[in-house]
Every structure is written in C-alpha cells, then in structure tokens.
C-alpha cells in the first residue's frame, strides 16, 4: 500500500508478535506481514511467506539456515534480527545471495546480566528446590538444616568472553564481593578491568572458577565448549552459569557431572534445541532453569525491536545500517 506521498510502502515480514509500541512503529512504515501463530515457523514456510516481501524482520529461534536462504525469493533484501546473536541465520549464505543482516547490539546487556546474576543465585540458593517446595504444599516450616546453599561472596567467577554482555555481569558480581577473573580474545585496557584478572589461556583459568560464566556466540569452534574434560578443571563443586547459547555446553557432560556433585548446580537461561532441551535436566535438583529470559524485560524488548527498525529504516532510506553484520 503506498503511504501518504504515494510512494510504495517496503513489505516487512514479521515472524513473531513484538512487543505492542514496536508493532506500532513498524505498522507506521511498512506493509507488514505478520503471522499471527506467534509459533517457530519451518525454514520453508518462512519462505513462501515471504513471497514479495522486501525485508525480513525475524527472531532468535527462528530456522534461517541456508536452505531457507536459498528458498527466500529474489526481493528480499535484509533480514534484520530481533537479537544480538546471528547463529540461527546462515550470514554467509545470506551474503553471498546480496541479502544484508543486520542484529541488536548493546540494548540487552543490562537485561541479560541481570539475568546471570538471577542463575547464579538461584543456583547457589536452591532456588528452584526452595519454590518447588512451597508450591507442592512440602514445606514444613523453617529448619536450621533446610536447603543450604552457598554463598557467591567470597567466590572466585570465572567470565570466559568478556564483551558488553561479560562486563556488566562482572559489575554486578563484585558487589556481590566475588573476585573477578576472565579469559577473552584480548585484555581488556585497565580502566575496564578493574582488578579482574586476565587470563589469556580460558583452558587455565578453569581451575580458579568457583562459579564459571559463560558470555560468547554459538558457532562451530565453540560447539560443546564446556565438555567433561573442562568440567574436570573446574574446582570440584563449582557452579555453572549459561546466558549464551545452548550449544556451547554439552548437556550430557554438564548432567552427569551435576548428578554425581562433581557440579554443584547450574544455572540455565538458553538450552541446546531449545525448547526441546535435554530431559535429563527437568528431573535434577541442582539446576536452577529459566526459559531464555535474558531479554525479557519490556525496556529491552521494546529497544530491540526500536533497534532492529532502525536497521531497517536506514536501509531503505538508502544509509548504511548501524547494525550491519553481513
Ligand atoms: C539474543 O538477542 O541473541 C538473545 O538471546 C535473545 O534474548
């Protein structure tokens, strides 16, 4: 539909339902395409939907891998990500088809190390044994023994990736009064470090995480990251934190390790094949789960989405977007 200069309005898919001012906004540009399901769609699916859309606006989950690259039609241009990671759309493929990408940097930092906090915790507080307790009616009143945890004060936290996501977890930890270590690509200028100790190896900085955090992208070389032969250089009854991807772990190494207390809990915000995660976690005491709530807050919500248009609205005023990653 043209808009009020007569000018033919871009086609924008939407994947998902967004939040409501987000919806809005997109509403006033563009001829929007939205399915209403709200559901996951298949590859192929977001493909025919796609016929005779100019863009893509998607979320993380959603299955843009190269074969629904190469199935998307010829006049879609951009596909910008309601998230800041890329590993579920196959940017090379997207590229080599003169399709740009485009992600959500910075907006959800706050919001997702708030979360690590909220897993550490949990983890160590037994959170998730403490509110099954009182919703199955368990609780028989207070008791000197009950459900002791462990104290994050004290603790050494081992950051491996310390990007906007890793600094601001660090932040928060130290005024939990945890000693601050991490590993990254490379040391951080002094004035962000903060007295947290860097250690170039992430292999040798295993061995001092009482709590091990985790804050870099899903990709082939990171697959199963944290397999049993890490867990094994974890101090014994170290406490997991996962606010990445699920990949990065490996399920079975991290469940058998948490049954057998080597782990003493873990903390999970994302899951390998999420939603379909491993059942070996549902039964377990010792993990504190949340369903990838990293960026569930409607502030960061609303700034992804804002974020992701923006992206948009460059590219079809002729500029460059800010967030271009392919
Ligand atoms: C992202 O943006 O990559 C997050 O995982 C969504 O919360």
Redesign the pocket.
């Known amino acids: 539909m043209p808009d009020q200069s007569g000018a033919r309005r871009p086609v924008l898919l939407i994947t998902r339902r967004l939040p409501e001012d987000v919806e809005a906004r997109a509403a006033g540009g563009y001829d929007v395409r939205q399915d209403p399901s709200d559901e996951a769609l298949a590859g192929a699916a977001i493909a025919a939907r796609a016929e005779g859309a100019d863009a893509i606006l998607c979320?993380?989950g959603d299955r843009m891998g190269a074969e629904t690259i190469a199935a998307l039609p010829d006049s879609v241009r951009i596909i910008a990500?309601?998230?800041?990671?890329?590993d579920h759309i196959d940017v090379q493929a997207a590229k080599a088809r003169g399709i740009l990408v485009t992600?959500?940097p910075d907006v959800?930092t706050d919001a997702?190390a708030d979360i690590a906090l909220l897993l550490m915790l949990g983890a160590a507080r037994r959170a998730s044994e403490g509110e099954r307790m009182i919703r199955d009616g368990a609780w028989t009143g207070w008791k000197p023994t009950q459900l002791l945890g462990t104290h994050l004060g004290g603790k050494r936290l081992g950051i491996v990736g310390m990007g906007r996501i890793g600094r601001a977890v660090a932040q928060r930890a130290r005024a939990f009064g945890m000693a601050i270590h991490y590993s990254n690509r490379r040391r951080l200028p002094a004035e962000f470090e903060s007295g947290a100790v860097f250690h170039a190896d992430p292999e040798a900085m295993l061995e001092v995480c009482d709590v091990l955090s985790l804050h870099f992208p899903a990709s082939p070389d990171t697959h199963h990251w944290l397999n049993a032969e890490r867990i094994g250089k974890l101090p014994p009854g170290a406490i997991v934190v996962n606010?990445a991807?699920g990949s990065v772990i490996d399920d079975e190494a991290v469940i058998a390790a948490l049954k057998s207390g080597r782990l003493r809990a873990a903390g999970l915000d994302?899951f390998e094949n999420e939603p379909k995660l491993h059942p070996g976690y549902r039964t377990l005491p010792n993990c504190f789960l949340l369903p990838?709530?990293?960026?569930?807050t409607i502030e960061t919500r609303n700034a992804?989405g804002f974020r992701a248009l923006d992206n948009l609205d460059a590219f079809f005023a002729g500029a460059a977007p800010p967030d271009q990653v392919a």
């Open positions: 979320v993380a990500t309601f998230s800041v990671g890329t992600n959500t959800l997702t606010t991807r994302v990838h709530l990293g960026s569930a992804m």
